[in-house]
C-alpha cells in the first residue's frame, strides 16, 4: 500500500512540473508603456494593450448589459450594473484624459477602487496582466538585479478546485499570482 502512495505521489508531483511553462518575453519597442511595480519585479506593458482592451469593453459591456461578471477581479463582485456602468464610465474618462501621461503603480501603496486618479485604472490593469504575461507581452525586470529577464515561468496552482496561473521569476520568485486578484482569501482557522 505505501508503495502506491509513494507512486502515486511521485507521478502527481510529475504531472504537477510538466504543466509549468517557460515564457520568453517578446522583443519589441514600447513606445509608451505603463510601469506596474510589484514585490519582486517591475512589469511594463504598452499601453496600446490597455487601449485595445478599454475598446473591446465598450462593446462588450453595453452587451452583457454591465454585468459584474464580465470581470473575474474579486473587486467588481459586489457592484450592481449600475455601478459597473458608472465605475468603467469614470475610468474611461480618466484613459481617455491621460492617455499621454505617465502611468506607475506600485504594489507598495493603497489604491482604492473609487478613487478618482490614475489608480481608478488599476482594476482593468490587474483584469489583462495574467493574459498578457501568458502571451509573453510584459516586459519583466527583475527588482534586485534591475535587469529585464530574458525569460520567466508560468505554472497552475489549485484553489478551491479551480486553476489559477502563477508567473515566477527563473529563480522562483513569485512575479504574479493570479489568484491574489480574481479571487477573495477568506481562511476560516479551526474550521
Not at 5 to 23: E, H
Not at 101 to 128: A, K, M, Q, V
Request: glycine share 4%; charged share 30%; with cysteine.
Amino acid at each position: 500500500m505505501k508503495k502506491r502512495i509513494i507512486l502515486a505521489v511521485l507521478l502527481g508531483g510529475a504531472c504537477s512540473v510538466s504543466a509549468q511553462s517557460t515564457i520568453i518575453p517578446h522583443e519589441y519597442e514600447k513606445k509608451d508603456s505603463i510601469f506596474y511595480q510589484v514585490p519582486n519585479a517591475v512589469l511594463i506593458v504598452d499601453k496600446l494593450d490597455l487601449e485595445d482592451y478599454f475598446k473591446n469593453l465598450d462593446t462588450l459591456l453595453v452587451q452583457k448589459e454591465y454585468n459584474k461578471t464580465v470581470f473575474r477581479n474579486i473587486q467588481f463582485s459586489p457592484l450592481n450594473p449600475e455601478e459597473v456602468q458608472r465605475h468603467y464610465g469614470l475610468a474611461s474618462k480618466f484613459w481617455t484624459a491621460s492617455k499621454s501621461n505617465p502611468l506607475s503603480y506600485s504594489t507598495d501603496r493603497i489604491t482604492l477602487f473609487w478613487n478618482d486618479n490614475e489608480g481608478i485604472i488599476l482594476p482593468y490593469i490587474d483584469e489583462i496582466l495574467p493574459d498578457l504575461l501568458e502571451a509573453g507581452k510584459v516586459q519583466v525586470v527583475d527588482r534586485t538585479t534591475n535587469k529585464r529577464v530574458k525569460l520567466y515561468k508560468m505554472d497552475y496552482e489549485d484553489v478551491n478546485g479551480k486553476s489559477f496561473r502563477v508567473f515566477r521569476l527563473e529563480k522562483g520568485k513569485i512575479i504574479w499570482r493570479e489568484s491574489e486578484v480574481f479571487i477573495e482569501q477568506v481562511y476560516n482557522a479551526g474550521r
